[in-house]
């Protein structure tokens, strides 16, 4: 089991950047894929990015590939969401999500998602 905390949210203006952070308490992190979820007032929550338990796997959203890179660090138990380019569309409260199950790395649906963060606001101005 673990148990996800996310970090790093704020406010940017337009064509900025920011690193999202998620650490993950337990002593089992590499067994989790990770995926990244943002979610808007009045929006369903909304695939972002993925990374396999290696980290040597990514799946992005068309919205974000090119301006968003996934990565992690399985010995310090956490998963990253670089976001650079940002646009006011971007604005929106980001999860994290860990799934052990086989057959959902890379997934884009959040019910194959077993254990979720608190979520960290991002706005984007303007």
């Known amino acids: 089991q673990v148990q996800p905390v996310e970090s790093g949210g704020g406010l940017v203006q337009a064509g900025g950047s920011l690193r999202l952070s998620c650490a993950a308490s337990?002593?089992?992190?590499?067994?989790?894929?990770m995926g990244w979820f943002r979610q808007s007032p009045g929006k369903e929550r909304e695939f972002v990015a993925a990374?396999?338990?290696?980290?040597?796997?990514?799946y992005y959203a068309d919205s974000v590939k090119g301006r968003f890179t996934i990565s992690r660090d399985n010995a310090k138990n956490t998963v990253y969401l670089q976001m650079n380019n940002l646009k006011p569309e971007d604005t929106a409260v980001y999860y994290c999500?860990?799934?052990?199950?086989?057959?959902?790395?890379?997934?884009?649906?959040?019910?194959?998602?077993?254990?979720w963060g608190q979520g960290t606001q991002v706005t984007v101005t303007s």
């Open positions: 990374v396999s338990w290696s980290g040597g796997n990514t």
């Open positions: 999500g860990a799934t052990s199950r086989r057959t959902a790395v890379g997934g884009k649906t959040p019910a194959v998602y077993d254990y």
């Open positions: 337990g002593r089992t992190f590499s067994s989790y894929a």
